[in-house]
């Protein structure tokens, strides 16, 4: 499957730079690493902007803006710091769309459930019930309004804000960033009528420096919610 080999390489990608991130590395070390991976494992461009890791740190990691906008800083990543990654790996048209948000305690990335950082921590576990949530939730037939409505109240439900620029949780995966539709009010078209699509909450306490993001795409097969 060409999606799968597109969306595998983003995974290794970020398996990769979680052993090998470290206090000392700047942003733009890290968009460096990521899209030189990615390219070794056989990407051969970046659909998004021709940008092929967004990196976020610290205070940062709240900040949603367009591909279009977007600057890599050359902020320094601390030895107990949260660090958000959005990829965005092309082979040929095919698209992968893949983001973390991976934390550094002492100096290593650690999982979700060895955080000392209690605001970070429900962040994390957050982001993982939001998925398992949407996985319940989503059939064909609903429609990416249904979903957009659904789990933003799910978000506000648990205390937490969506932070996406234009409020939407995910879009289609296609070949032209133009085709895209989004997981955003008004939108009526059912998910089982496209390929494959993503749902990837951008979420943050009300006021909050802090955010948090986790990136899948799904599809369905013989009507089962699937990820790749």
Known sequence: MEYKRVQVLAKETMDALS????????????????????????????????????????????????GREYETSDR?????????????????NIWGDYARTLILQDGVCILPEAVRNPEWKQGLLLERALHEEFCRFAAPETTFEAVYTHMNLVIEEAGFVNLDFAGNLGHSIVRRKEDRVYTEKGNALPLGAVEYFTFEPHIARPGSVFGYKREDIYYFKDGVLCKL
């Open 19 to 66: 052993r090998e991130i470290r206090p000392g590395m700047t942003l733009r070390d890290v968009r460096r690493f990521c899209e030189e991976k990615m390219l070794s494992l056989g990407a051969d461009s970046f659909w998004y902007w021709d940008v092929g890791a967004f990196v976020f740190a610290g205070e940062e990691t709240a900040v949603s803006v367009s």
């Open 76 to 92: 320094v990543i601390h030895a107990d710091d949260i660090v958000t990654v959005d990829l965005s790996p092309q082979i040929g």
